[in-house]
């Protein structure tokens, strides 16, 4: 009797695996794509590239970083979308600044991707459905347009905040578990650190959406307010 809940668990963790990996082989493609593409993709590739330069100069905390150039500087922090470009940092240990940025793009790209397959898990708890979703996310314009073409690099890879708040969210409202709150509020803390825009623009009004415009079962409304007040 025992043996049957652990094999259940070891099925549907390996019928996960197996969904993760789809989603990987679809999206392996435009990832190599990108990576080996010549010329580079975005119109502030090399901004990017600038900004993570001017930090690996000086390697210090957000508040003392400065940016030396044009004329006397600025405070580093008035380049307000700086949380990636710490990331891009570290992973220049490792490789050329170039390639460092392109691995980043791909890496947030498929997070987004997993993170989308967790949330639509949650919500239909279906792995099929959930896996075309999130292959169908993978071959969206409208997720690319900011790496490919306009927008910025740190916009696009904050993107990848959106699933995973939206995925705890959720399981804060199924389990009523705080934690799980706690950590929604903190990524989506985060996302502004590495782009404010896509806080403004999806996170807080789907997460609004989500406690205050919905009928929740078993969810007072008041309960939901509290929740919402705790997130922000």
Same mark, same amino acid.
């Given at each position: 009797?025992?043996?049957? *809940?652990?094999? &259940?668990?070891?099925?549907?963790?390996?019928?996960?695996?197996?969904?993760?990996?789809?989603?990987?082989?679809?999206?392996?493609?435009?990832?190599?794509?990108?990576?080996?593409?010549?010329?580079?993709?975005?119109?502030?590739?090399?901004?990017?590239?600038?900004?993570?330069?001017?930090?690996?100069?000086?390697?210090?905390?957000? *508040?003392?970083?400065?940016?030396?150039?044009?004329?006397?500087?600025? *405070?580093?922090?008035?380049?307000?979308?700086?949380?990636?470009?710490?990331?891009?940092?570290?992973?220049?240990?490792?490789?050329?600044?170039?390639?460092?940025?392109?691995?980043?793009?791909?890496?947030?790209?498929?997070?987004?991707?997993?993170?989308?397959?967790?949330?639509?898990?949650?919500?239909? #708890?279906?792995?099929?459905?959930?896996?075309?979703?999130?292959?169908?996310?993978?071959?969206?314009?409208?997720?690319?347009?900011?790496?490919?073409?306009?927008?910025?690099? *740190?916009?696009?890879?904050?993107?990848?905040?959106?699933?995973?708040?939206?995925?705890?969210?959720?399981? &804060?409202? #199924?389990?009523? +578990?705080?934690?799980?709150?706690?950590?929604?509020?903190?990524?989506?803390?985060?996302?502004?650190?590495? &782009?404010?825009?896509?806080?403004?623009?999806?996170?807080?009004?789907?997460?609004?959406?989500?406690?205050?415009?919905?009928?929740? +079962?078993? +969810?007072?409304?008041?309960?939901?307010? &509290?929740?919402?007040?705790?997130?922000?």
């Amino acid at each position: 009797m025992k043996l049957a *809940p652990v094999l &259940h668990k070891t099925i549907s963790v390996l019928l996960h695996l197996t969904a993760l990996a789809c989603i990987f082989i679809a999206f392996l493609p435009i990832g190599l794509w990108y990576f080996h593409s010549t010329p580079l993709w975005g119109v502030d590739f090399y901004y990017t590239a600038s900004m993570v330069e001017i930090l690996k100069r000086t390697v210090v905390f957000p *508040p003392a970083a400065w940016n030396a150039s044009w004329f006397f500087g600025s *405070p580093y922090l008035s380049n307000y979308a700086i949380l990636h470009y710490y990331f891009v940092l570290l992973l220049t240990l490792f490789t050329d600044l170039f390639s460092a940025i392109k691995f980043w793009m791909v890496f947030s790209a498929f997070s987004f991707f997993v993170g989308s397959y967790c949330a639509f898990y949650f919500l239909s #708890k279906s792995r099929i459905l959930s896996t075309i979703l999130a292959i169908g996310s993978a071959y969206s314009i409208g997720f690319y347009g900011a790496l490919t073409w306009g927008g910025s690099l *740190p916009s696009f890879a904050t993107q990848a905040f959106l699933p995973w708040v939206i995925a705890f969210i959720i399981l &804060h409202l #199924k389990t009523s +578990r705080k934690h799980y709150l706690y950590f929604a509020g903190v990524l989506a803390g985060l996302s502004i650190w590495g &782009h404010p825009q896509v806080f403004n623009a999806y996170l807080f009004p789907a997460v609004t959406a989500i406690y205050l415009l919905t009928f929740m +079962r078993r +969810r007072r409304f008041i309960s939901r307010v &509290h929740s919402y007040l705790v997130f922000l």
